[in-house]
T-cell receptor, first 110, second 117 residues
Framework: TQLLEQSPQFLSIQEGENLTVYCNSSSVFSSLQWYRQEPGEGPVLLVTVVTGGEVKKLKRLTFQFGDARKDSSLHITAAQPGDTGLYLC??????????FGAGTRLTVKP | GAVVSQHPSWVICKSGTSVKIECRSLDFQATTMFWYRQFPKQSLMLMATSNEGSKATYEQGVEKDKFLINHASLTLSTLTVTSAHPEDSSFYICSGRAAGQGVYGYTFGSGTRLTVV
């Protein structure tokens, strides 16, 4: 059972545009991670957030963790075709297992 | 950094046969191994969690007698899909974690594409 809601499920934009992906839960996360996955490969970790209100930046990617630790967002500035891929949020509610959201399939057109 | 080697990367088997997937932690001891399944165009679904030396804990709806998990050592965990059927065709991914690493210690394998014909 998926406990995380991730949106949008699909996103197609032009190169240079900005975008935001959201991850929400009705329960409090002990931690949350964002991954990017290429077809036929395992997910690659982008960031881990654990503190409510935390903001982390990774080049053009900005990750926010909600104050109540129930939601998170990933914002990409000036998207490039190389950003195309499946973005997954994954949350832990008990510092043990990691459960994934449905994923956002991003396509950036040149 | 930590690496989990997963083999095979892809396998095709006949319906009714069994397939074993291996995940090895190469430079750390994976006290816990998580096994996920991913159907096309979908996200990763947790199948089971195994701690070294203990029986795996399966998620609701996952048949423990069909998906046999062995985690007998700190560096090796295996998933055997028994009596495979076409509906078992999927992308299987493992994730290992060392003791004491908490949320920072998940390392994913590269996945196994299983096709049952």
């Amino acid at each position: 059972t998926q406990l995380l809601e991730q949106s949008p499920q699909f996103l197609s934009i032009q190169e240079g545009e900005n975008l935001t992906v959201y991850c929400n839960s009705s329960s409090v996360f002990s931690s949350l991670q964002w991954y990017r996955q290429e077809p036929g490969e395992g997910p690659v970790l982008l960031v881990t957030v654990v503190t409510g209100g935390e903001v982390k930046k990774l080049k053009r990617l900005t990750f926010q963790f909600g104050d109540a630790r129930k939601d998170s967002s990933l914002h990409i500035t000036a998207a490039q075709p190389g950003d195309t891929g499946l973005y997954l949020c994954a949350g832990s509610y008990n510092n043990n297992d990691m459960r994934f959201g449905a994923g956002t399939r991003l396509t950036v057109k040149p | 950094g930590a690496v989990v080697s997963q083999h095979p990367s892809w396998v095709i088997c006949k319906s009714g046969t069994s397939v074993k997937i291996e995940c090895r932690s190469l430079d750390f001891q994976a006290t816990t191994m998580f096994w996920y399944r991913q159907f096309p165009k979908q996200s990763l679904m947790l199948m089971a969690t195994s701690n070294e030396g203990s029986k795996a804990t399966y998620e609701q709806g996952v048949e423990k007698d069909k998906f046999l998990i062995n985690h007998a050592s700190l560096t090796l965990s295996t998933l055997t899909v028994t009596s495979a059927h076409p509906e078992d065709s999927s992308f299987y991914i493992c994730s290992g974690r060392a003791a004491g690493q908490g949320v920072y210690g998940y390392t994913f394998g590269s996945g196994t594409r299983l096709t049952v014909v």
